[in-house]
């Protein structure tokens, strides 16, 4: 895999292209749960263009999977010379991260969750960098069943990160007793935080996510509010094959000042405002509604 990751990233869409055909019209790849989740997602739109939705979803998941395998051979010039990601506003994120004691930062199955590792290596529209270090940075997962694959994904997630490699990936189990023990510490959290819940982790409802009730995790907000974060949004648009931009949305400054349910219900009504402007870029083959 990394002897494969060298390669160039247009070897990668080319492979993409052909990968993304088997998945949709060969392996019908749940066909049937991409389709239930359009057709109650927009009831309002017709057959016709919900099939193209799934077209260009299946298209941006074959290049989902290139580009985690490409970005497994990356270092932050590699990345910054592709040009893959672009950071809109680093500024907002700067300022919120200096307002608090840490961030939490709210992320979703929307653009590839797999580049993350690279956020420091990524271009700036506006020049100004991002102020962190990767001994900053905690991201928070669930662990796989599988041992190989967990650790497989972990360091391929990790690649770009030259100092602190996979010990940055905390998992959720252990995240409140990480917190705590590192409150005192300043980090952003990250988390994605538009799963089903996990078992065991209790089910909140927060009303209607895309025309149909939702039940939520609240262990992100409920931590931030308890340690006092600043707490934001993470935006990561699809503009064409080869081509994101990261943005930093606000969602509070204080999340001591507010209910978690009420920043969990934000979360998901600026993932929804998103997901209604490039609805292919979310991934709708996950069971988020079980």
Known sequence: MILLSKLPLGFHYFMGRILSWLLKDVMKYRYGTVMINLARSFPEKKYRELEKIASD????????????????????????????????NPEVFNELF???????VLYSHCGNW?????????????GEKVDLEEEQITVVYKQL?????????????AAAL???????EIESSNILRYAIK???DKKIYIYIADQAPYKGTGKHPVGEFLHQPTNAMLGSVGLANKLGHSVVYLKMKHVARGKYEMTFVPVCENASEHAPEDLIRKYYDLLEMEINETP???????????
């Open 114 to 126: 797999e580049l993350l590792g690279g956020f420091l290596g990524y271009r700036t529209q506006t």
């Open 280 to 290: 292919h870029n979310w991934l709708w083959s996950h069971k988020r509604w079980k």
């Open 57 to 88: 979803f299946y298209r941006h998941l074959g290049e989902i999977f290139v580009e985690a395998i490409w970005f497994g051979g990356c270092n932050y010039k590699r990345l910054y010379k592709s040009g893959l990601v672009t950071v809109t």
């Open 98 to 104: 200096a307002a608090a004691p840490s961030m939490t």
């Open 162 to 168: 030259e100092k602190v490699g996979t010990s940055c």
């Open 182 to 184: 590192h409150r005192k």
């Open 145 to 157: 069943t599988s041992k190989f694959s967990d650790e497989f994904f972990k360091r391929n997630r």
